[in-house]
């Protein structure tokens, strides 16, 4: 079945660049998504890629996608003690009536 | 906009007690997804439903897991009796539906902390 896999942690200084990565296995793969989730509360989407580009760049947020190496990352420029929470990176196969598989989090510590 | 909205937000009970999770999602979500978050992992489906209909049930441990939808508004998962794996966060999502095409968005709410002793 699909399988998504993260770090755990990540810790990085106040005004660094964070780079949080991914890897799936589902080759089937349409969508693969960012999700952040702060202590207490539901997962929230920062973004989304589709398969066939390679980057999205949202504000501070820039995604790489590596179809070949089914490899995903989530560089967070410039980053605040805000920015501190936990990133789950998931994927799904069909357009919106499909399920999404997500990883187990990369917990980002922000240190000041 | 309210979100998705769960209640309660925590439930401590004891092992072979009933409870319940009551979602409302967002205004017009046709689909509902009730996902299972143990302690330092990701979510998982359990079921998600199309309207009033269940379409993706098979994670669901039917022998002591229920669910429904009966309006394709307002859900409820159940779990009788509990046991103490069940001990998790419960979380409640909603996403637009078959009408829109593209990427699976979905709005989760905060979710509902169950504790089993």
């Known amino acids: 079945g699909e399988d998504v896999e993260q770090s755990l942690f990540l810790s990085v200084r106040e005004g660094d660049s964070s780079v949080i990565n991914c890897t799936y296995t589902?080759?089937?793969?349409?969508?693969l998504y960012w999700y952040k989730q702060e202590p207490g509360a539901g997962l929230q989407l920062l973004t989304y890629?589709?398969?066939?580009?390679d980057m999205k760049q949202d504000q501070r947020l820039t995604v790489l996608l590596n179809k070949k190496d089914k490899h995903l990352s989530l560089r967070i420029a410039d980053t605040q003690t805000g920015d501190s929470a936990i990133y789950f990176c998931?994927?799904?196969?069909?357009?919106?009536?499909?399920?999404?598989?997500f990883g187990d989090g990369t917990t980002l510590t922000v240190k000041p | 906009e309210a979100g998705v909205v769960q209640s309660p937000r925590y439930k401590i009970i004891e092992k072979k007690q009933p409870v319940a999770f009551w979602c409302n999602p967002i205004?017009?979500?046709?689909?509902l997804y009730w996902y299972r978050q143990n302690l330092g992992q990701g979510p998982e489906l359990l079921i998600r439903?199309?309207?009033?209909?269940?379409?993706?049930d098979s994670q669901l441990p039917k022998d002591r897991f229920s669910a429904e939808r009966l309006k394709g508004v307002d859900s409820t998962l159940k779990i009788q009796p509990a046991e103490l794996g069940d001990s998790a966060v419960y979380l409640c999502?909603?996403?637009?539906?078959?009408?829109?095409?593209?990427?699976?968005?979905?709005?989760f709410g905060a979710g509902s902390r169950l504790t089993v002793l």
């Open positions: 998931a994927e799904s196969r069909n357009t919106n009536a499909g399920k999404s598989t």
């Open positions: 589902d080759s089937s793969s349409t969508y």
């Open positions: 205004s017009g979500h046709n689909t």
């Open positions: 999502a909603s996403s637009p539906g078959q009408v829109f095409s593209g990427a699976n968005v979905l709005t």
């Open positions: 439903y199309e309207n009033e209909e269940a379409v993706d």
């Open positions: 890629i589709f398969s066939n580009m």
